[in-house]
């Protein structure tokens, strides 16, 4: 019962009640992706990497909130551990590669 449920706490969508538009793995997707392939630095278009750090602040805000309350449900349950961790180490990506770029600009 319980890995059915956090496995719908994964797949929910925001028609499910859910903060993230289209569900956690595909959250997780467009949130690693970007940040590994960092800040678009065109010189041409300084303006690019204000608008990527902004895309990614209110990526990770959604991801945090969605693992807010996915911990208050779950967090006692072992098999929602690896979701846990799979949602921490994204974060710690975000930070690596964000909060090392925000600051100079």
């Keep these: 019962r319980i890995p059915l449920m ?6 929910a969508r925001q028609k499910d009640g859910s903060c993230l538009e289209y569900g956690l793995e595909y959250h997780l997707k467009n949130f ?3 940040l590994e392939k960092g ?3 065109d010189p041409r278009f300084p303006e690019r ?3 990527w750090i902004d895309a990614r602040v209110k990526e990770k805000e959604l991801l945090v ?3 807010e ?7 006692e349950h ?3 551990q690896e979701t846990i961790q799979e949602c921490e180490s994204a974060l710690e990506k975000y930070t690596e590669v964000v909060d090392a770029v925000k600051i100079p600009l």
Aim: glycine share 8%; net charge negative; hydrophobic share 30%.
């Design 6 to 11: 956090v496995q719908n706490a994964r797949n």
């Design 32 to 34: 690693i992706g970007p």
């Design 39 to 41: 800040i678009p630095g």
């Design 49 to 51: 990497d204000n608008e």
């Design 65 to 67: 909130e969605w693992l």
């Design 69 to 75: 309350d996915f911990k208050s449900k779950y967090m």
């Design 78 to 80: 072992s098999e929602a």
